[in-house]
């Protein structure tokens, strides 16, 4: 089950609109007072310590009591949320938390909304979001110049030949020679293999995406820097839904049919950097509002699948993996 699943049940058994919530088998919150159902005179709607202005706070106690491992909570977490906002035991937790989804559905309007700014704030705090850094500190890969190349500047020059400069003018442009430069290549390249935190990786992909000059350039920087805050992009997606998914399920339609899926985007005027560009910039604004956005989001792929079928019907799209 997923987080927007778990938050629609839980705010379920305030609403009664949808299944009751079951406490997750790994967690442990104490044992109840009792097992009996809650005294009629019990009240079923508490908030406890929280306050529904201040929903981070509340984010960051269910991340800890619900979850373990990187990112999640400990045994230590949990009692100390537990004493801080008086939760006396599992059940009692349960019931807070209902409450308090309930009351930040009524604050925000949905428990889309709701879910949306839950993800959006976990986002910040993943055990990925480090590796996402354009920086990387030296402790964890070595990122030292290559013979006076840095990271980014290795990445820029790559940038700059897959978008359609030839290797020879970039090479020349940077005041390097043909040897000079495949040793530097070499040497990024073992260190990116070697590097298991793949964090080399992720500041390779950022440094070449902020380098490129592509279509979507504009749209790409101003991705990273709202990725960087953890914010929603100053820029509207340069497509709607519709048309991305048309985009990214005709390259597999393509391949299926036998076609050349790169043949596809150049039908679209793409080339592979504006791809790579777009994919980036589209994959945030998805992941920004893929919860309060699930029902256009479904209708555009559902939509994209049945004109690209009209185009190929040879293929069957229950055969492709269409999801994104």
Excluded: C
Aim: glycine share 8%; charged share 25%; proline share 6%.
């Amino acid at each position: 089950m997923g987080l927007l699943d778990k938050l629609k049940d839980t705010v379920g058994r305030i609403t009664g609109e949808m299944p009751a919530v079951k406490p997750p088998p790994d967690v442990e919150l104490g044992d109840s007072d009792t097992d009996d159902e809650p005294h009629p005179d019990e009240p079923r709607f508490d908030l406890a310590g929280f306050d529904p202005d201040d929903e981070n706070a509340f984010f960051h106690a269910v991340l800890h009591m619900d979850s373990d491992g990187p990112g999640g909570g400990s045994d230590e977490s949990r009692a100390g949320i537990m004493q801080r906002y008086g939760i006396r035991d599992r059940d009692h937790w349960l019931m807070v938390k209902e409450s308090v989804y309930a009351a930040l559905v009524q604050k925000h309007g949905s428990m889309n909304e709701v879910g949306q700014r839950e993800l959006n704030w976990r986002s910040e705090r993943s055990p990925t979001k480090q590796a996402r850094a354009t920086t990387v500190p030296p402790t964890t890969a070595n990122v030292d110049p290559v013979e006076g190349i840095d990271l980014e500047r290795w990445a820029a020059l790559n940038a700059a030949i897959v978008g359609g400069s030839t290797a020879e003018d970039v090479i020349r442009g940077a005041g390097l020679d043909p040897a000079r430069w495949e040793r530097v290549n070499a040497e990024w390249n073992a260190r990116m293999a070697r590097d298991t935190t793949m964090a080399i990786s992720a500041a390779y992909g950022n440094a070449f995406q902020a380098a490129s000059q592509g279509k979507y350039a504009d749209h790409v920087h101003d991705v990273i820097e709202a990725r960087a805050e953890n914010r929603d992009p100053s820029k509207s997606p340069p497509l709607s839904y519709d048309e991305f998914f048309e985009i990214l399920y005709a390259q597999g339609f393509a391949a299926a049919a036998g076609q050349d899926p790169a043949a596809a985007l150049q039908d679209k005027g793409l080339t592979i950097v504006d791809w790579t560009d777009l994919g980036t910039v589209m994959g945030y604004h998805l992941n920004r509002n893929g919860v309060r956005d699930r029902a256009r989001i479904v209708e555009s792929q559902q939509r994209a699948r049945e004109k690209l079928q009209a185009q190929y019907p040879s293929v069957a799209a229950a055969d492709l993996d269409l999801q994104l």
